[in-house]
């Protein structure tokens, strides 16, 4: 479990970066907290001829908070997003979400960003990128350019960045008015991948009623999808939406897999329970400001 | 004996040097040595038709390659069956490099020794070994079909055939009013130590002379299988085990084809080689344990009381049997726990499978003979609408029966006879502790909450501290520091602090001044090892003995100075003096310097000696039989094993919409005899309740019907972490062993034995649903309570007022 050779580079600015990642070609990976890049170097299941490690690199570990939404630096650590009230005020999800990515010690070098480049559909950002309607921010030899995450995840540890790119920042929009969220998860161990999980955003009108309900989730797919639930539930008052209805219908949404720590079946049983036990606790959270208006 | 720090919970004293980071293990040693990897088999059984190593020939830094052609004299020969047993009639062992064959995935075809570990491994994966695949038997039922086998020569896949009978079972089952049969399954797992094994070798060319450092558990038997396998004289070669990060069985098997390969390399290069083994190796080349299929038909009578058992085990020992059928053994004779069985007979039938060897790991055959007898005890209970507890409570060997016969073998050879216990004060004390009674009420207040609780217990009685001897070396230096040294060795138990807390007890030292070494050749030549629970029975007696020698010396010698008689001294603080009259004394160190009559004044302790000394004329210096040096050396071994005995009751609730197991109470009461030191016996509890919560909830060794191992990674193989593991509550019981000179019993894997039993019992209590196989997760639980076919219980089914026993 050792890494095969490679060569190292350590620029000091994205264009830097770029550079490097243009003249190594194919074989070249950006590096970041390496808790997702380095454990497949070890076990030779990547073989890059270099890494570029972004680390030095200025600029990147900064968390902008906007009322339009949250963006997130290159080198912000799991941890510190965790951490950051301004950005849960923006978007509730992030911390919600940042929670249950692996343990503290990973949280401190992994990076979010470096984990929606990962595109792992077990990942929890991803999901909540794609929940929120995301994007990131690519650099290229050409210019930089914002990709919506429908265009970035295309396959499991796959997304449609080639050639010499280097994700600079993540776009998360801000929570909707009216609007309330929820996350949940179960893994196998505590910090664990998900066997299943699920964000979700549920946004009222003005007299309490449903007006819509999104859900995305973890471990289901090849790829983070959203499901629009609107259907089960739009039009009931908060107060007595049959969640459990909206549950039942993303069951019949979601097309998982077996593996070894649960069967499909078992994932499309926590897709309905996930859904209905989260969609009642961001209903109450968006009844509330309802409420509070 | 001054008993002022035995059965004290000292603190352990090598806790500090190992959290923070001042512990030497293995791969702390030999900096600049070479490194050694493997090219190991990626198919489960194929013949190795070519090795072609020109590719490797260019990687900078390679520095030798090894194959079996290169193995010579009995390097070539096959690994030792290390424990033959008649009724093992084919036993198989591998090669230090395959021979042709492999057998497994992971088993080594290739040595390459580069400049470092990063070399090693380029160098090895430009190797192309070609294979001819053959077919492949994975799983107890594909090995007993026997459609292929693993050995030619063995063609229906059994290794061995044990039984075991105490009666005639046929016609006493046939005699009793009620009789059950079913079976029921227990997946693989492995013991996982932190650290893996790893081996580093320095070769002395001048004087012919070897060291090697193993990450063993028998470092005594690593050095004798060394000498004989690399034709070197037993003196001149030494294996320390150094501080090693756990064991738990894996690292008793000896010799690892690499204990052997790595010193080979030294001596052939003339150059300190270390080996370092990766989790992915070890998951695939070192041992697993656990499964097994078994097959219970119990007779019983209206209360409940057992009139005979009939046992029938299959047993995949994996693709080897270095270590005979021990396991085996252990789970046949193990299973009846603490229960009187009028008849019994077992069968194990040992099979081959295309998978890594299965070898002891904790607990070694227990859990799954626990499983098998515990899960009884609850189909009992469920048949006859009887508390769990009290099914139990009409069977158990009563105290006054001690010792009591089981009239079973033992593994080490020796008769099943309990030298002590008191079973129904263990059961007592369980059901207190758990809330037996309460569990009704807990039960109804968790439906509340919309969980299913369920409570369950399991019993069991433990073999520990089998022979065949332990010896201690306790010496006492001018300085006053008092050496103890024994040959087992340590995986971070506690022996430091316990040999220490024994022999201050025994010789009246503060424990400042003693200082403990194990498992060093160097120190110590006759020694067994770390297994069996037997480190605190077998080495705790052995330097108990050894102190009382050199209590018995000092006093000798000091009566002489003070003019004394012997039976008139004490030794308190490091100090023996006349009891009851002050200043009559003499430190013990001065002892020590007084026991060497050449007495060159090299410090102050042997200045202040010399106004000690006494000038006999009519005798030699060193009296006859006598020796110079306040030091003594001795051996315990027993009779036969020592029987330590616990209790474990467990509380879960599940969710029924998610099927997510929450062990919300553990519960355990635990016998190991006299306690040296309760703070280290409740640590190896509390691990080894975390190990059975792994085997029952978490751990399973997931092999593909090809053989690959598809969770070789902690990433899929789902240790558990703190946050997984219950908290524990222990009560303590002592029947002290009349056994030994201690009164002690085995602690080390008493923890881990219930594990599946009880919460395959607490699971089965919450759902309602027969729980046949463990461990089980949540997804499986799933499974299990919408198949329409799986057995609910009567107990479930009175519950809910239908009486249904579907
Ligand atoms: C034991 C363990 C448990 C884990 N559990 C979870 C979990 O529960 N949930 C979860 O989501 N993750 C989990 N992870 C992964 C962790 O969150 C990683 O930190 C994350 O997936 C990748 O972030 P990183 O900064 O470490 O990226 P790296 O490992 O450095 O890189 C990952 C990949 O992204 C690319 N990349 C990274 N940054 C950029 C960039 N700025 N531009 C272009 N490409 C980039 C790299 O080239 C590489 O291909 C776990 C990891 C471990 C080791």
């Not at chain 1, 003249?23 to 590096?31: F, Q």
């Not at chain 1, 008052?237 to 019949?252: E, Y």
């Not at chain 2, 553990?666 to 640590?683: F, L, Q, R, S, T």
Request: aromatic share 6%; charged share 20%; net charge negative.
């Amino acid at each position: 479990m050792k890494p095969p050779p490679f060569r190292y580079a350590d620029p000091g600015s994205v264009d830097e970066a770029l550079d490097v990642l243009a003249a190594e070609g194919d074989g070249a990976k950006v590096l970041a907290g390496g808790q997702s890049l380095l454990p497949l170097l070890a076990m030779r299941l990547a073989a890059p001829t270099t890494l570029v490690d972004v680390n030095r690199v200025p600029g990147l570990d900064g968390v902008a908070t906007a009322p339009a939404g949250v963006r997130v630096g290159a080198l912000v650590r799991h941890a510190a997003l965790l951490r950051d009230g301004a950005a849960a005020g923006v978007q509730p999800l992030l911390a919600r979400a940042t929670a249950s990515v692996a343990h503290p010690a990973i949280r401190n070098r992994g990076t979010t960003v470096g984990s929606i480049a990962h595109a792992d559909p077990s990942g929890e950002m991803t999901a909540v990128l794609a929940l929120t309607g995301g994007s990131v921010t690519v650099a290229r030899p050409s210019g930089r350019a914002e990709v919506g995450w429908q265009d970035l995840f295309v396959g499991p540890l796959e997304t449609s960045l080639s050639g010499p790119a280097v994700v600079v920042d993540a776009f998360f929009p801000a929570l909707p008015d009216r609007s309330g969220t929820a996350f949940a998860e179960i893994a196998r161990r505590k910090g664990d991948y998900a066997v299943c999980g699920a964000a979700v955003v549920v946004s009222l009108d003005e007299d309490r009623r449903v007006a819509a309900v999104r859900a995305s989730y973890l471990s289901v797919g090849l790829v983070p999808e959203v499901h629009d639930l609107s259907e089960a539930v739009a039009g009931k008052p908060v107060d007595s939406a049959d969640w459990a209805a909206a549950g039942a219908l993303a069951r019949t949404l979601v097309d998982p897999d077996t593996d070894l720590h649960a069967t499909a079946d078992y994932r499309r049983l926590l897709v309905g329970v996930l859904t209905e036990r989260t969609l009642a606790e961001a209903a109450a959270e968006a009844a509330a400001k309802v409420t509070g208006e | 004996m001054t008993t002022k720090l035995f059965g004290e919970p000292v603190r352990r004293r090598e806790d500090a040097r190992l959290i923070t980071g001042r512990g030497r293990y293995l791969d702390d040693i030999g900096a600049g040595a070479l490194a050694a990897a493997f090219v190991r088999s990626p198919h489960a059984h194929a013949r190795v038709v070519d090795v072609d190593v020109e590719a490797a020939l260019d990687v900078g830094g390679l520095v030798a390659i090894y194959t079996y052609e290169d193995l010579t004299g009995p390097m070539a020969e096959p690994l030792p069956v290390l424990i033959p047993h008649p009724q093992l009639h084919a036993p198989r062992t591998g090669y230090p490099l395959a021979n042709g064959v492999v057998h497994h995935v992971g088993e080594p075809v290739v040595m390459v020794v580069a400049t470092d570990r990063y070399v090693a491994e380029d160098a090895a994966e430009r190797i192309v070994v070609t294979y001819e695949e053959l077919p492949v038997v994975v799983g107890i039922d594909t090995a007993r079909a026997a459609g292929s086998c693993v050995h030619p020569d063995v063609p229906d896949n059994v290794a061995a055939r044990h039984h075991q009978e105490t009666g005639d079972v046929e016609p006493a089952l046939a005699a009793s009013p009620h009789t059950l049969t079913f079976t029921q399954t227990i997946e693989r797992s492995a013991c996982t130590p932190l650290e893996g094994k790893g081996v580093h070798a320095r070769w002395d060319p001048d004087d012919g002379s070897l060291r090697v450092y193993s990450s063993t558990q028998a470092s005594t038997s690593v050095r004798a299988a060394i000498a004989a396998k690399l034709e070197l004289s037993l003196d001149r070669v030494e294996v320390i085990a150094p501080d090693v990060g756990g064991g738990f069985g894996v690292k008793i098997v000896h010799p690892w084809p690499e204990e052997l390969l790595v010193p080979m390399a030294a001596i052939r290069l003339g150059r300190e080689v270390k080996w370092a083994e990766d989790r992915r190796e070890h998951f695939v080349s070192s041992a697993h344990e656990r499964g097994q299929r078994q097959q219970v038909t119990v007779g019983f009578d209206d209360d409940g009381r057992l009139t005979a058992l009939d046992v029938h085990v299959w047993h995949d020992n994996g693709a080897y049997t270095p270590y005979g059928i021990i396991v085996p053994i252990i789970t046949a004779t193990q299973l009846v726990g603490p229960y009187a069985i009028p008849v019994y007979r077992v069968v194990v039938e040992s099979l081959y499978t295309n998978t890594v060897i299965v070898t002891p790991y904790r607990g070694a055959g227990r859990p799954q003979g626990c499983f098998a007898m515990e899960r009884t005890m609850d189909r009992i209970a469920d048949a006859l609408d009887l508390d769990r507890a009290e099914v139990r409570r009409r069977n158990l060997i009563t105290p006054d029966q001690f010792p009591y016969d089981h009239h079973l073998t033992f593994q080490d050879g020796r008769p099943v006879v309990y030298d002590s216990g008191d079973y129904p004060g263990l059961l007592e004390k369980l059901t207190a502790l758990v809330g037996w009674e309460s569990v009704e009420e807990r039960r109804a207040e968790a439906a509340g909450r919309g969980k299913l609780l369920g409570a369950g217990m399991a019993l069991y009685v433990e073999g520990t501290g089998p022979g065949p001897y332990e010896g201690g070396h306790v010496q006492v230096l001018g300085s006053g520091k008092v050496l103890v040294s024994t040959g087992l060795t340590s995986q971070g138990q506690g022996h430091e602090t316990v040999f220490a807390q024994i022999v201050a007890s025994e010789l009246g030292v503060p424990m400042e001044d003693v200082e403990v070494h194990t498992g060093d050749t160097r120190r110590f030549g006759y020694a067994v090892g770390t297994f069996a629970s037997r480190a605190a029975v077998m080495s705790g007696n052995a330097v108990a003995l050894a102190a009382r020698g050199v209590r018995e010396k000092a006093l000798r010698i000091a009566a002489d100075v003070l003019e004394a008689d012997p039976s008139d001294l004490e030794i308190e603080e490091g100090v023996v003096q006349v009891r009851g009259t002050p200043g009559a004394s003499i430190p013990l160190r001065t002892v020590a310097v007084l026991s060497n009559p050449l007495r060159y004044a090299f410090d102050e302790a042997a200045k202040q000696a010399t106004q000690f000394a006494t000038h006999d004329d009519t005798r030699p210096p060193v009296a006859p039989g006598d020796a110079p040096g306040l030091e003594h050396r001795d051996y315990y071994s027993p009779l036969r094993s020592t029987f330590a005995s616990g209790a474990h009751a467990a509380v879960v609730e599940v969710d029924p919409q998610t099927w997510e197991i929450d062990v919300v109470q553990y519960a355990v009461v635990h016998d190991c005899g006299n306690v040296v030191n309760p703070m280290i016996v409740e640590g190896q509890v509390h691990g080894g309740v975390a190990q059975g919560v792994a085997g029952a909830l978490y751990e399973r060794m997931a092999y593909d019907a090809d053989g690959q191992l598809q969770n070789a990674s902690f990433m899929d193989f789902l240790v558990p972490y703190a946050s997984e593991v219950p908290d524990v509550v222990i009560d303590h019981q002592q029947t002290p062993s009349p056994l030994n000179p201690l009164g002690i019993k085995g602690a080390g894997e008493a923890g881990v034995i219930p594990g599946s039993a009880a919460l395959a019992s607490a699971i089965e209590d919450a759902v309602g649903r027969r729980v046949a196989a463990m461990p089980i997760s949540p997804s499986e639980l799933y499974d299990l309570v919408r198949d329409p076919s799986s057995e609910r219980t009567a107990a479930a089914g009175r519950r809910a007022g239908t009486g249904a026993t579907a």
